[in-house]
């Protein structure tokens, strides 16, 4: 069974930086698609940004573009999220999420991040 375990969020002041990760556990998903959600509070879950098996990469977000960069290492069965230049509204929960067969299937417990004005 995968495990996707997420770290590295924070509270942190405007314009700083956080840079998530997300472990995999259970088997390789070096061939899966990977990616990064988010949630604010009464709000609905939104696609921040995934990576290919190959390295393609797509952002969800145009508030996020040249802020937030998503990166894997396949050798340590782990993604990033290196997140630069932080406003209040990125505040939310992050989730770490892998494909199986195109589909979002397994998914992460969260890492909140806190961005105070």
């Known amino acids: 069974q995968v495990h996707l375990v997420e770290s590295g969020g924070g509270l942190v002041q405007a314009g700083g930086s956080l840079r998530l990760s997300c472990v995999a556990s259970g088997r390789t998903l070096s061939s899966n698609t990977m990616g990064w959600f988010r949630q604010a509070p009464g709000k609905e879950r939104e696609f921040v940004a995934r990576?290919?098996?190959?390295?393609?990469?797509?952002y969800g977000l145009s508030s996020v573009q040249g802020r937030f960069t998503i990166s894997r290492n396949n050798a340590k069965n782990t993604i990033y999220l290196q997140m630069n230049s932080l406003r209040p509204e990125d505040t939310a929960t992050y989730y770490c999420?892998?494909?199986?067969?195109?589909?979002?299937?397994?998914w992460g417990q969260g890492t909140q991040v806190t961005v105070s004005s």
């Open positions: 990576i290919g098996r190959s390295g393609d990469l797509l």
């Open positions: 999420a892998a494909t199986e067969r195109s589909v979002w299937t397994y």
